[in-house]
């Protein structure tokens, strides 16, 4: 008698699952790297600033004129506010990739549920299978044990 087949009834929901585990892990690193996009930004605009004091510094030891100090002070000025802006959506980017992070977890979580609920079926199913075949095999012993006494 040939073993039945194994058979996960929640086949469809376990593919569902990995499915949206990818679609999180997609997002998850969509938003780790717009977090690394705005890291770069803000050191190149602290890069920008020591330059700027830098060249300022220089300028010092001679004359300068006050339009020159002007547009130093301008330009440090925005380079500050601009620092101050991508803290603040440095921050924001850090927190949006944290919720995916979390989101990706939870349906990580979800899917080796599926799977360990799956294995389990499937030793179940195995063990099962063992245990017909013994029987079955027990039956042909008892039965070849019977044919030895009835010709013996």
Do not use: C, W
Request: hydrophobic content about 30%.
């Amino acid at each position: 008698m040939a073993a039945k087949r194994f058979k996960f009834r929640l086949e469809p929901l376990l593919k569902l699952r990995r499915h949206r585990e990818k679609e999180r892990q997609k997002e998850h690193s969509a938003a780790a790297a717009e977090v690394r996009r705005q890291k770069q930004e803000l050191q190149t605009v602290d890069h920008n600033r020591l330059t700027a004091l830098d060249h300022q510094r220089q300028r010092l030891t001679g004359r300068i004129s006050v339009a020159e100090a002007l547009v130093y002070s301008r330009y440090l000025m925005k380079l500050k506010r601009q620092r101050l802006a991508g803290t603040g959506l440095l921050h924001a980017l850090e927190k949006e990739a944290e919720r995916k992070r979390r989101k990706l977890i939870e349906v990580a979580r979800e899917r080796k549920t599926y799977e360990l609920l799956k294995e389990k079926q499937q030793l179940r199913h195995r063990q099962g299978i063992e245990k017909q075949e013994q029987k079955e095999l027990d039956e042909v012993a008892v039965t070849s044990h019977r044919r030895g006494k009835k010709t013996g």
